[in-house]
């Protein structure tokens, strides 16, 4: 059973600093290309970022220059390193492995003032 569980989300000023969390059990991590998503209300899940199996990174236009993602194999999981929020960042946060067709229940961010 594949599970994920995302963490460390919260309240936050403009202007802060969050570090999320993505802890899988149920699957070798290292192997798969992983990505933080983020859905917040009325719009769709959107990816944000993903880091390979081999260390390469990408991220989406609007956070590029403030989240990082990571990872670390031995302790099978993903970070994102998430620096200068904006208000437009506030949703809810999940990662996933691949295709992987099931979700954990995501972290929530809210970013105001």
């Known amino acids: 059973q594949v599970q994920l569980v995302e963490s460390g989300g919260g309240l936050v000023q403009p202007g802060g600093s969050l570090r999320l969390s993505c802890a899988a059990s149920?699957?070798?991590?290292?192997?798969?290309?992983v990505g933080w998503y983020r859905q917040a209300p009325g719009k769709q899940r959107e990816l944000v970022a993903r880091i390979t199996s081999g260390g390469s990174t990408d991220y989406a236009d609007s956070v590029k220059g403030r989240f990082t993602i990571s990872r670390d194999n031995v302790k099978n999981t993903v970070y994102l390193q998430m620096n200068n929020l904006k208000p437009e960042d506030t949703a809810v946060y999940y990662c996933?492995?691949?295709?992987?067709?099931?979700w954990g229940q995501g972290t929530q961010v809210t970013v105001s003032s």
């Open positions: 996933n492995a691949g295709g992987n067709p099931s």
């Open positions: 149920g699957i070798i991590f290292r192997i798969y290309a």
